[in-house]
T-cell receptor, first 113, second 115 residues
């Protein structure tokens, strides 16, 4: 079985400040890792994914995440946020041999001017 | 190109009624997933199709829930004898063939409200 814990339900930050959204996972087998963003009244959009190889993954909109196997973490970072980054962010894991993904409960990022 | 579409976008029904939710995946995508997202929570897996067959239906909460994909494209999620606890946003996603990972493209969802 897999589980995902997003450690912060809400993260308020000021515009142009750096941000980190934390994600820890639990799995007894190899997994793929994903971050999705959900803007109000829109569907989930893939930000970035870790499949294998380099542990630092770069995604869209200036986001990046680092896979840490020993700490079973996949934290999302952005060095300077914009108002338009305000959204719900979901971390997800997927067993490498299965179709379904397991999602965390989300982190609401609010960027203030 | 066109993304995953879901209809209706909103559905209000009364307790005990039957509902059908439709998902049109991206053309050519062979895998299709249904998730349910309750308020304040992340999406919760319901069922996964590979082609016409259900490869994994372990997330369906009980036998009131059923999904079909008869021609390997459009899928319908069917809920019988709806209960207030079924109120949620139902998300559909699809994946292309021939990839070693399961990148899923999500639709906008159907918001189901059971009164």
């Amino acid at each position: 079985a897999q589980s995902v814990t997003q450690l912060d339900s809400q993260v308020p930050v000021f515009e142009e400040a750096p941000v980190e959204l934390r994600c820890n996972y639990s799995s007894s087998v190899s997994v793929y890792l994903f971050w999705y963003v959900q803007y109000p009244n829109q569907g989930l959009q893939l930000l970035l994914k870790y499949l294998s190889g380099s542990t630092l993954v770069k995604g869209i909109n200036g986001f990046e995440a680092e896979f840490n196997k020993s700490q079973t973490s996949f934290h999302l970072r952005k060095p300077s946020v914009h108002i338009s980054d305000t959204a719900e962010y979901f971390c997800a894991v997927c067993h490498t041999n299965a179709g379904k993904s397991t999602f965390g409960d989300g982190t609401t990022l609010t960027v203030k001017p | 190109g066109a993304g995953v579409s879901q209809t209706p976008s909103n559905k209000v029904t009364e307790k005990g009624k039957y509902v059908e939710l439709r998902c049109d995946p991206i053309s050519g995508h062979t895998a299709l997933y249904w998730y349910r997202q309750s308020l304040g929570q992340g999406p919760e897996f319901l069922i996964y199709f590979q082609g016409t067959g259900a490869a994994d239906d372990s997330g369906l909460p009980n036998d009131r829930f059923f999904a079909v994909r008869p021609e390997g494209s459009v899928s319908t999620l069917k809920i019988q004898r709806t209960e207030r606890g079924d109120s949620a946003v139902y998300l559909c996603a699809s994946s292309p063939p021939g990839v070693s990972y399961n990148e899923q493209f999500f639709g906008p969802g159907t918001r189901l409200t059971v009164l």
